[in-house]
């Protein structure tokens, strides 16, 4: 039972069952049950027996000790206990007796050490008592359950010899006593005076706080501590991503330098072959104009020469013949001429090693565990690969083990199933190892890394694998028209220098920030003219082009990076060429424009220049279809109405989908755009939350919940993903842009 509930049913408690009034000098008898003396009295006058007594409650019958007399059974104080706390919970309806004027008040005090109640007017004569300097006494106004408690468990009188107080502290027995209790039953024993115990106790309590307080200091130095290596870790990843950043740029610029010269070595060989085509071509033409010479001469011949003449010897119409034969003899030479055939033989072995291989490895250390061999990074993320540094020196010889020694690395679950789809050990020619694993489940696993099949010191271990989490780092945007300020923003895109730009249904125009949400510049107002939107929707770069699905015009807009109006296609309508209320925009692989013509309920191909190249899907494919996005060779659509994503081929035929209508994991209320993280995981926006999948539509994980607070999200419509991984989210309701990484 609570305090709570117990105060409630107090008056209950505190009152005798025969006389149904509060307890006067409860006595117990041996059945445990207790009734004012004077209660016992009567019914023993009643009874005419001196020496006996019948229990009211259980009728059983008790012989009264002594001469008779009923005061000889025990006091029940635990009923004084709650006689004491009762005035408290009375206070504000009778008011309470003071202990010392007897006048009856409602705003009184309670002492605990004095075991009685002062009024408002007697309380500051027992505060200025030198001897009572270290009561404490409590306004029953701010009494708390705690308090309460105190008074019930407060034994303020001994409870063998009757309204005896305790005087002395019985350090053999650990109980206080009275003067009666100290000649009788502890005589021998050594004695405290209790109230030299009790300031013992309390020194030894403050110095208990005093040592909690110093140890709660060492623990805000060491969180100062914390948040200053949080700082240094930031720092040391910031250096990180600068090295990897110039090491992935040296290996392109190293590619880019193998490809000029594989170009000029292509030029080379062209023009030595075009020079010998060139000769070969010269030397064919002057064959030929002797050919037709000899043909016009032969045919003057055979014109002007009678039969007999044809038949006599003659030099040249010999020369004719033989040529004839000699050419039919050549004829099958003829197709022989050299021809030049350029292909690039592609070095498949090292696009093989790039696809496999990683352009480096993150050397992770911790003081805490970098003592213990076979401990490093205890924490996996499904995922992505989650990492364990291993020592493997020999903890005696303070040796390394040689190259050539075989370490493996095994992840079990509880039930001990292998639970590592895969796992890369890379030798840091230290004596240590990054063993790198990818999990197939979350929760508690157990790592197990072996040197020649014997384990590591400190293996195995557990290791705590997690789902991907995504953390705020950013938000700006406050709701407004002014530059900066953002009202329903839309649709969002990023361009190579991580600009980002912004399509405002509220505000009918496109604004661009940095990457540290800083205002760059804006363009657009509401209308229908040229540069002009009315609900500005998708929005994507494509090299110094900013492209808009501008919704209720019915078109698509083309800008130039700094806003300048460049061109338009579409209008209303349910023609090829036209629109109805579109919504997502994308650019594929061969830099056409995707666009979702939410009314016609299809995906609208177009070329940059606004002319109609094909649909994706027939009548019925979509209910209403809100972004299409290209992804490798797969085309993947969001069906706000079906509630469902859709994936197609490139050609456009319907392969599969995922997802139903629903609030669980995987599961979609109304899915608008999309995006593809680095990770090559599909972010979809879905009514108050970001989820992420697998290209198979398996559930990988999703973004914190609704809210206003950083990394919860209100009505998501759009993703992108800066150069450097981290994820942009705009929010309708909230008016703002967050970003995650």
């Not at 540290?516 to 009315?534: A, C, H, I, T, V």
Request: net charge neutral; proline share 3%; charged share 25%.
């Amino acid at each position: 039972m609570d305090i709570k509930t117990f105060l409630d049913n107090i008056h209950e408690q505190a009152c005798c069952p025969v006389c149904i009034t509060r307890f006067t000098n409860p006595k117990q008898l041996p059945c445990l049950h207790s009734f004012c003396l004077q209660c016992l009295q009567r019914i023993q006058q009643t009874s005419g027996i001196r020496d006996t007594i019948s229990c009211p409650e259980c009728r059983q019958n008790f012989r009264i000790p002594g001469n008779g007399d009923l005061n000889a059974f025990p006091t029940n104080f635990r009923i004084n206990s709650l006689l004491d706390a009762l005035p408290v919970t009375e206070c504000n309806t009778i008011g309470i007796k003071c202990g010392n004027c007897d006048k009856t008040s409602g705003e009184s005090a309670y002492c605990f050490t004095c075991c009685s109640f002062w009024c408002d007017d007697c309380l500051p004569l027992h505060n200025r008592v030198k001897t009572f300097k270290e009561h404490h006494a409590l306004a029953l106004k701010d009494f708390r359950d705690e308090d309460f408690e105190t008074i019930l468990k407060q034994p303020t009188l001994c409870g063998k010899h009757e309204k005896k107080k305790h005087k002395f502290f019985c350090p053999v027995c650990n109980i206080a006593i009275c003067n009666a209790c100290a000649l009788t039953d502890h005589d021998g024993h050594a004695k405290i005076v209790l109230e030299d115990a009790a300031k013992e106790r309390k020194s030894r309590v403050n110095a208990a706080i005093k040592l909690k307080k110093r140890r709660a200091r060492e623990k805000m130095t060491r969180i100062a501590k914390i948040d200053e290596n949080c700082i240094s870790i930031q720092e040391q990843a910031a250096g990180v991503k600068r090295d990897v950043q110039q090491f992935a740029d040296t290996c392109i610029a190293a590619i880019e330098a193998q490809k000029n010269q594989i170009f000029d070595e292509v030029e080379n060989d062209v023009r030595e072959a075009l020079q010998l085509l060139g000769e070969q071509r010269l030397a064919i033409e002057e064959e030929v104009k002797k050919q037709e010479a000899d043909i016009e001469k032969t045919q003057m011949i055979l014109k002007r020469s009678t039969n007999s003449q044809i038949m006599q010897p003659h030099e040249f119409l010999d020369k004719i013949v033989q040529e004839k034969v000699e050419e039919e003899e050549e004829e099958d030479s003829a197709d022989c001429d050299i021809e030049h055939v350029f292909t690039f033989i592609r070095n498949e072995k090292l696009f093989d090693d790039l696809k496999v291989q990683q352009i480096g490895f993150i050397s992770k250390t911790s003081s805490k565990t970098s003592s213990a061999e076979g401990k490093g990074i205890t924490e996996g993320t499904v995922g992505l690969e989650g990492e364990i540094v291993v020592t493997t020196r020999n903890a005696q010889k303070q040796q390394c083990y040689h190259e050539h020694d075989r370490v493996t690395l095994e992840i079990r679950n509880r039930e001990g199933r292998d639970s590592a789809i895969k796992s890369q050990i890379q030798d840091n020619k230290d004596g240590t190892y990054k063993l790198r694993y990818f999990a197939k489940e979350t929760g508690t696993c157990q790592a197990s890394v072996k040197v020649n099949g014997k384990h590591v010191h400190g293996s195995p271990f557990e290791v705590q694998v997690k789902r991907r989490q995504f953390r705020p780092v950013l938000s700006f945007g406050e709701q407004g028209s002014d530059a900066g300020m953002l009202c329903s923003p839309w649709g969002v895109a990023v361009n190579d220098k991580d600009e980002i730009a912004l399509s405002e249904v509220g505000n009918h125009r496109v604004q661009i920030f940095a990457s540290d949400g800083s205002y760059l510049r804006s363009f657009g107002k509401k209308g229908n003219q040229q540069g002009e939107f009315d609900w500005p929707a998708g929005i994507a770069f494509h090299y110094d082009k900013i492209i808009v699905a501008d919704g209720n015009n019915h078109r698509v807009q083309l800008f130039s990076n700094e806003g300048h109006y460049f061109n338009q296609f579409g209008g209303e309508g349910s023609a090829d060429h036209q629109l109805r209320g579109p919504r997502g925009l994308s650019i594929d692989s061969d830099g056409n424009i995707m666009v979702a013509d939410r009314s016609n309920k299809l995906i609208k191909v177009f070329s940059l220049d606004g002319r109609f190249l094909r649909s994706i899907g027939t009548e019925g494919s979509f209910s209403i279809p809100f972004h299409c996005i290209q992804h490798d060779n797969y085309l993947i659509v969001s069906d706000y109405g079906d509630h469902c994503i859709k994936v197609f081929n490139r050609e456009g035929a319907f392969l599969y989908k995922f997802g139903k209508q629903g609030k669980g994991d995987g599961e979609f209320k109304h899915p608008s755009c999309l995006s593809v993280d680095k990770a090559g995981h599909l972010l979809v926006c879905d009514e108050d939350r970001v989820q992420v999948f697998k290209l198979s539509g398996a559930f990988v994980a999703k973004f914190r919940v609704s809210g206003t607070r950083a990394g919860q999200v209100i009505s998501p419509v759009s993703t992108a993903v800066l150069s450097d991984g981290k994820i942009i989210v705009t929010e309708y309701n909230n008016h703002r842009v967050q970003i995650f990484e």
